[in-house]
């Protein structure tokens, strides 16, 4: 034990404690009387003198809960205990709330005392709720409350007359105690009162020594009124876990609910919209919003009843759906369905939008949220590459290709401004007239640590990061450079092909400030064609049949001012056949997988070089690698060719 030195009454003057504004008192537990009490004490406790306050016997007012409590505080004081707690005090028959800071002192007789500073609570009442009155009762081993104090029974009345229909789910003692409440832990709690349900912070002491009555029991419960403070820290949690605009949890409530999973097995799927970013450009983030709101809906009530849903930012969502009876392919399907229904806007316009869907599972205590979160990202990823819109499960390896990706992304910026990215170009032959008619360009990056970057991942890079005013910012002109410099090399007129993702194709103003930069390199709008992948072309065709962004709109009046356009990749994905005679195409290039399998692609190649004769526009096969190939195209009428039969790629020299 501690030594605490004997202090007598007077020897607290010249302490100089009667010069503090705070209410400092000495409580004698044992004899319960106030043993000191400086001048501002002595307001507190209304009182009009020392020898008066000295001469008040607290014993009737105090419950044996409370002398229980004090006793027990005594006890801690010994081991340099300081308590904190709100007391509820009726000097004079007025109420008061003061907050308590008690530690221990020795008083003559070396009886152990509390020295109080206090705090009087009048000038906190414009925040009642935040401060509450102790608590406390006395109960034995059956749960039986054997003594409360005022504050108690004010609260809970009569509810309370034994332990277990007060606290509720902890019904057993056993339970009650096992949570360490005997170190003085303190815990949350929503019981019922006389107001209500209320939260409340809980401890529990066993009591042992002289001072126990048997009668009284050996356990004493001590409670705070903590409904309004809890209240708003739950509020401030719930805020802090949600995404405001769709009520979904955020990244941090995500992992904050897959703690409950546990080892269990779940399936995770990574939600990225297809082409978001231009109804934002075109209708207004209002808009925008309200598809985001929808796609919520669609995840929260449409997928699965028992499911965990959440936006990570941007347009990206996350779905985890326990168990491991669950078909994420179906799952995944569904999310694909649903999500691509048309959102109505409030001047009666119909937008659509498409989902890639990258899929992980986790079968019992296999990898962790977070490596989950990064293979269905890798999936998803793939599922955007390999045309959106689809849905893609996770495989070994995929993760490499988003890193690959994503160091693309960090470095991609500054390679352009250094100009570290070139342009090589292939050429399109007319073996009719033994000439090249286009030069189609292509990106490409040599880094040390990824190799060759090439065009498409480049490109797709870009529109996937929403980075594709990079290829305005410096590509565009650099492109339109190296163009001058083919035309004053060519003999004989030769046109230019560049191959452009539809949503940089789209964006606002784009040919407005291509034709400045055309017109100011001095060179002929009629030799540039612009070539979009059939992918690209079929997505917004499919918005366009269902009333959405009416994408085709930018295209015919560019085609009006005198830019021409191509598709390529053509075959692959079927884009519908109706709207071609709408674009003013320059040509229809076929996709390079017919070539791969020939005896099984002759009769679509014939028909794609009949169908172009009858629409007026060329047909250009890609992908010829070798004489026979060749061959067969012009046995078919086709005689624009491209591939490395001809040549490979190479960079402009000059």
């Known amino acids: 034990m501690n030594t605490i030195p004997i202090l007598k009454p007077v020897l607290f003057e010249d302490l100089s404690l009667d010069q503090l504004q705070s209410p400092i008192w000495v409580y004698d537990v044992h004899n319960y009387r106030v043993y000191w009490a400086n001048q501002a004490g002595l307001a507190l406790w209304e009182a009009e003198s020392l020898e008066e306050l000295c001469g008040r016997d607290f014993s009737s007012d105090s419950s044996r809960a409370v002398q229980q409590t004090l006793l027990a505080y005594l006890e801690e004081f010994t081991q340099d205990a300081v308590i904190d707690r709100w007391w509820q005090i009726s000097p004079k028959n007025i109420d008061k709330r003061v907050h308590c800071r008690c530690s221990g002192v020795t008083i003559e007789g070396k009886r152990g005392a509390m020295l109080i500073e206090g705090l009087d609570s009048h000038l906190l009442d414009d925040h009642p709720g935040n401060f509450s009155a102790v608590m406390l009762c006395l109960f034995d081993e059956r749960g039986h409350i054997t003594s409360s104090n005022p504050t108690f029974i004010s609260q809970f009345g009569q509810l309370a007359g034994n332990i277990k229909q007060l606290l509720g789910p902890y019904t057993e003692l056993e339970q009650l105690l096992s949570f360490e409440h005997l170190a003085g832990g303190h815990f949350e709690i929503l019981l019922k009162t006389l107001q209500g349900e209320r939260w409340h912070s809980f401890e529990v002491r066993k009591h042992i020594g002289e001072h126990v009555h048997a009668e009284d029991g050996n356990f004493s419960l001590t409670l705070l009124d903590i409904h309004e403070r809890k209240i708003q820290a739950l509020q401030h949690k719930a805020a802090a876990q949600t995404d405001l605009l769709t009520g979904l949890y955020n990244r941090r409530g ?14 995770l799927f990574y939600i990225d919209l297809d082409g978001f970013k231009p109804i934002n450009d075109t209708y207004g983030h209002g808009a925008g919003d309200k598809v985001l709101k929808r796609i919520g809906e669609v995840l929260c009530y449409q997928i699965h009843e028992h499911s965990i849903c959440a936006r990570l930012g941007g347009d990206e969502f996350v779905l985890v759906v326990q168990g491991d009876n669950v078909d994420p392919a179906q799952l995944a399907q569904r999310i694909i369905l649903n999500v691509c229904e048309p959102v109505e806007l409030e001047q009666g316009q119909h937008l659509v939008v498409t989902a890639s869907v990258g899929i992980a599972t986790r079968s019992p205590q296999g990898p962790g949220l977070e490596q989950l979160l990064r293979y269905a990202d890798a999936a998803m990823y793939s599922a955007k590459r390999r045309g959106r819109n689809r849905w893609v499960a996770y495989s070994s390896g995929m993760e490499l290709q988003l890193l690959r990706n994503q160091h693309i992304l960090q470095h991609m910026e500054e390679a352009v401004d250094k100009r570290q990215i070139e ?56 492109l339109f450079e190296d163009y001058k410099h083919i035309q004053d090399a060519s003999d004989n007129p030769v046109a230019l092909v560049i191959k452009l993702p539809a949503p940089l194709i789209l964006s606002p103003g784009f040919f407005s400030r291509c034709m400045q930069i055309i017109k100011s390199k001095g060179l002929w709008l009629h030799n540039i064609v612009f070539e979009i992948n059939e992918s690209h072309l079929a997505k917004v065709l499919l918005e366009e049949d269902r009333g959405g962004l009416t994408a085709l709109a930018p295209l015919q009046q560019a085609s009006a001012q005198g830019f021409h356009f191509a598709i390529g990749n053509f075959g692959a994905l079927g884009a519908p056949l109706v709207h071609l005679p709408h674009l003013q195409l320059a040509y229809l290039k076929t996709s390079a997988e017919f070539l791969q399998q020939p005896d099984t692609s002759e009769a679509a190649l014939h028909f794609i070089a009949e169908l172009c004769e009858r629409l007026g526009i060329d047909c250009v096969a890609d992908g010829v690698i070798s004489r026979r190939q060749s061959q067969l195209l012009q046995d078919h009428g086709i005689f624009l060719q491209q591939g490395d039969w001809f040549g490979e790629a190479q960079p402009l020299v000059y």
């Open 254 to 267: 995500l992992i904050e609910q897959m703690q409950t999973v546990g080892d269990r097995a779940f399936s």
């Open 423 to 478: 342009f090589n170009y292939q050429a399109i032959e007319c073996l009719h007239r033994h000439r090249a008619l286009y030069y189609v360009a292509q990106l490409s990056w040599q880094t040390e640590r990824l190799g060759t970057v090439c065009s498409d991942e480049l490109i797709e890079a870009m529109a996937n990061a929403n980075r594709l005013y990079l290829f305005e910012r410096g590509l565009l002109a650099q």
